[in-house]
């Protein structure tokens, strides 16, 4: 077991990666639907930290009162 530890590590150079193109399109999808319910989490957490930011620090950056009266347009 120590012989193992003492060894030095390999380093390993990836020059290419062969994959039939409609199978690299299945790869992508795939990874888009599993990237969605990742992005709905990190937008909640986003959405709880700002609306803690506002409720500290709004008054102070000048939003208070900013959305009572509807747009000024």
């Known amino acids: 077991m120590n012989n193992v530890k003492n060894q030095d590590a390999e380093r390993v ?13 299945m790869f992508m999808v795939k990874m888009v639907f599993a ?9 909640a957490v986003i959405s709880v930290i700002m609306t803690l930011l506002m409720a500290l620090f709004g008054t102070m950056w000048g939003f208070h009162g900013m ?3 509807g747009p000024a347009f």
């Open 13 to 25: 150079v990836v020059t290419d990666i062969r994959m039939p193109f409609w199978s690299m399109v």
């Open 35 to 43: 990237s969605i319910p990742a992005l709905i989490i990190f937008s």
């Open 67 to 69: 959305f009572q009266n």
